[in-house]
């Protein structure tokens, strides 16, 4: 079946380290997205990318990178400049189709806390 | 600035109807996404409408009307699996979704 497949689950940082969440996908999807998820708020985009070797910043991409050297896989990497990285961790993945308006796919998510 | 506007939280019978409301302003409109999300787990998508009026899908329907900014979530019959949360997302002049906080349904026997 395909799917997105994030990993791992859980995960802890430790002060001043740099922690990195994959994400892979085998729905041959061009776009994928990186949200992150706190209590009581929406979903808030960090980074997206349309295509391989592009990717372009969210509304919240201070202290997280990316990279997407292929087309299945897209990691987000929590920096330590990112202070408050503890939340729910999304990637989700689409395909332009007639538009841009098609529905995102979710990953089960990392949940992501701090030591 | 954009925004989207869900009721926090909302209680219901099993078995009953249920109507969970989303307002929004934002730059441009391309079209307004519901999805669901159980504790822990990823958003599920549920519906999407573009032009005003009512789509149905089985139990769930959605509603929308671009001139009062305004969509509804309508869950019939409702399961005690309906129990989660409930994301309205609108896509704005650049194609980017712009999320609510989210309604949490809490389904009673």
């Known amino acids: 079946d395909g799917g997105i497949t994030q990993s791992p689950k859980y995960l802890f940082r430790k002060e001043g380290q740099n922690v990195t969440l994959s994400c892979e996908q085998n729905?041959?999807?061009?776009?994928m997205y990186w949200y992150r998820q706190d209590p009581g708020q929406g979903l808030r985009l960090i980074y997206y990318s349309q295509i391989v070797n592009d990717f372009q910043k969210g509304d919240i991409a201070e202290g997280y990178s990316v990279s997407r050297e292929k087309k299945e896989s897209f990691p987000l990497t929590v920096t330590s400049a990112q202070k408050n990285p503890t939340a729910f961790y999304l990637c989700?993945?689409?395909?332009?189709?007639?538009?841009?308006?098609?529905?995102?796919?979710f990953g089960d998510g990392t949940r992501l806390s701090i030591l | 600035g954009q925004n989207i506007d869900q009721p926090t939280e909302m209680t219901a019978t099993e078995g009953a109807i249920v109507q969970i409301n989303c307002t929004y302003q934002t730059s441009g409109f391309n079209g307004l996404f519901w999805y669901q999300q159980h504790a822990g787990e990823a958003p599920t998508f549920l519906s999407y409408?573009?032009l005003d009026g009512l789509e149905e899908k089985g139990r769930f329907s959605s509603f929308l009307s671009r001139s009062k900014g305004y969509s509804y979530l309508l869950l019939k019959e409702l399961q005690m699996k309906d129990s989660a949360s409930y994301l309205c997302?609108?896509?704005?002049?650049?194609?980017?979704?712009?999320w609510g906080a989210g309604t949490k349904l809490i389904i009673k026997p």
């Open positions: 729905l041959n999807h061009d776009a």
């Open positions: 409408n573009v």
């Open positions: 997302a609108v896509s704005d002049s650049n194609y980017q979704l712009i």
């Open positions: 989700a993945s689409s395909t332009p189709r007639d538009g841009f308006n098609q529905p995102q796919h």
